[in-house]
């Protein structure tokens, strides 16, 4: 396929935030003062971001992820991550899931996946979707990357989305996975910024899609 370049409005939006980072790492001599807030801000934001729990559904689930699915359906919402069709059986798709992350009984062009459920750790709620790919096909090189996310429609900006795809990448590298492809449609401004806000690093766009990868062996052990 055909290689693009962001408009303005995106150029701008990347530029402007790894310009930002680098500012935090090129700063002059701090004071106890800065220091001391910079850490509560960071301490503040990882007790916010405990607010979601990753994991693999599970039976118990059922009713909360029905509800979100349902939610899906009434606002006509892409459910990126997640697969099912219009007759979804909870119960198949649990079976079907587990095959598919053992790499069992996939369709022609289908990779082995995990798949995730984002629940609110306070209400138990199921808020969000997230399907890790554990390889890519030629098809996901182009669209789709290793992870595919969204957030049920009446969670989002609460911070739901950014934290799916940042407790996705440490599943990820344990799969020997150290560089990780996500995309978003140019148009997705919302989705550009939860993957630059998790080291995404633009590559290309293809046919209107934003291609950005995240080494993650450059990251914290």
């Known amino acids: 396929m055909g290689k693009y370049q962001l408009d303005d409005k995106g150029k701008a939006q990347v530029r402007r935030y790894h310009e930002k980072e680098a500012g935090k790492n090129t700063a002059g001599k701090a004071t106890k003062a800065d220091l001391r807030a910079r850490f509560l801000e960071a301490a503040r934001r990882k007790e916010n971001k405990m607010g979601l729990i990753l994991r693999r559904p599970q039976e118990a689930d059922r009713e909360t992820i029905l509800a979100m699915i349902q939610e899906f359906r009434e606002e006509d919402s892409a459910m990126d991550g997640f697969y099912g069709d219009q007759d979804f059986n909870y119960e198949d798709w649990l ?74 990448l440490p599943i990820a590298q344990s799969k020997n996975i150290d560089h990780v492809l996500v995309t978003c449609d140019e148009s997705n401004e919302g989705s550009r910024k939860t993957i630059l806000a998790n080291g995404g690093i633009l590559d290309d766009v293809r046919e209107e899609t934003e291609r950005y990868w995240i080494d993650l062996t450059k990251r914290d052990a």
């Open 95 to 168: 079976a079907s899931i587990r095959l598919q992350e053992a790499g069992l009984g996939l369709p022609e062009g289908w990779v082995p996946s995990i798949q995730l459920v984002g629940f609110d750790s306070e209400t138990g709620q199921a808020v969000s979707f997230v399907n890790l790919r554990l390889r890519l096909s030629s098809y996901l090189l182009e669209q789709g990357g290793h992870i595919g996310y969204s957030v049920r429609p009446s969670r989002r900006r609460e911070g739901f989305a950014s934290e799916s795809l940042a407790q996705a």
